[in-house]
């Protein structure tokens, strides 16, 4: 299916909240710059089928009553964000309720200074069947969260710098997590409360202070370890209250 396109050219744009509310490929070209104008939302898509990449965007301020965030997708599916550059912003990419979408080589590079001053990178609730690859996160509260997320994918990513941890999931099953790296953040990963979990050949590297793990795991059942590498972790891996779990 095809839809129509929207070309955004190069410059810079200050924005109030764009509204997406049908099915559209939005381009940015020539480095497109959309700067959030009052520090709310960038853009909100209420519609399937939307494509948004090119594009790069900043200015979404801290705000202790609405998670406000780059780019939001609300309780809708076949969605595409990729190859976009996310600067200085509360929430990078936030889905709600969404289903078979991806979200691939962006970058988004917050700048958090205490954790509850800053959001997640890329931040996924209640959604299923979410492909999350090849993206560069660093400087957010955690680079990765997962909450209520199930048969989703998260590979070749780097999430690096972050305040609490590289990758947080929780009551998310049947998910894999493949060659990521996750470097210098508070806690590589924290898996907790799920199940049928896949997760292989990833990097965990100086996940270094006072309570740090490479990966922490709390509740977690009929799971595979496999083939990862922990290297300068306070402590390498956490365990607490598992069964069932392979590592190897």
């Given at each position: 299916?095809?839809?129509?396109?929207?070309?955004?050219?190069?410059?810079?744009?200050?924005?109030?909240?764009?509204?997406?509310?049908?099915?559209?490929?939005?381009?940015?070209?020539?480095?497109?710059?959309?700067?959030?104008?009052?520090?709310?939302?960038?853009?909100?898509?209420?519609?399937?089928?939307?494509?948004?990449?090119g594009l790069t965007l900043s200015g979404v301020t801290t705000s202790y009553l609405k998670e406000r965030s780059a780019i939001r997708i609300k309780k809708k599916k076949h969605?595409?964000?990729?190859?976009?550059?996310?600067l200085n912003c509360f929430f990078g990419i936030y889905l709600e309720h969404a289903k078979n979408g991806s979200i691939t080589d962006?970058?988004?590079?917050?700048?958090?200074?205490?954790?509850a001053e800053s959001g997640n990178g890329i931040h996924v609730w209640y959604s299923k069947r979410i492909k999350i690859e090849r993206n560069q996160v660093?400087?957010?509260?955690?680079g990765i969260y997962?909450?209520?997320?199930?048969?989703?994918?998260?590979?070749?990513n780097l999430s690096q710098f972050n305040k609490r941890y590289g990758l947080h999931f929780m009551f998310s099953n049947d998910n894999d997590y493949i060659e990521n790296k996750f470097l210098n953040n508070g806690v590589g990963v924290a898996v907790m409360f799920s199940k049928n979990i896949l997760m292989q050949s990833n990097h965990f590297s100086h996940n270094w202070g006072s309570s740090a793990y490479?990966?922490?795991?709390?509740?977690?059942?009929?799971?595979?370890?496999?083939?990862?590498?922990?290297?300068?972790?306070?402590?390498?891996?956490?365990?607490?209250?598992?069964?069932?779990?392979?590592?190897?």
């Open positions: 299916e095809k839809f129509d396109t929207i070309l955004i050219k190069g410059g810079t744009y200050n924005v109030e909240n764009l509204v997406i509310t049908k099915p559209i490929i939005l381009i940015g070209s020539e480095s497109a710059e959309i700067i959030s104008a009052s520090g709310d939302e960038i853009i909100t898509v209420i519609a399937d089928s939307v494509s948004i990449s969605f595409e964000i990729h190859h976009n550059k996310i962006n970058i988004i590079i917050g700048n958090a200074t205490t954790e660093e400087k957010q509260r955690d997962f909450e209520f997320v199930d048969q989703s994918s998260i590979k070749n490479g990966l922490l795991l709390k509740e977690i059942n009929d799971s595979e370890i496999l083939n990862n590498t922990f290297e300068s972790n306070t402590i390498g891996i956490f365990v607490e209250g598992s069964n069932r779990v392979t590592y190897r």
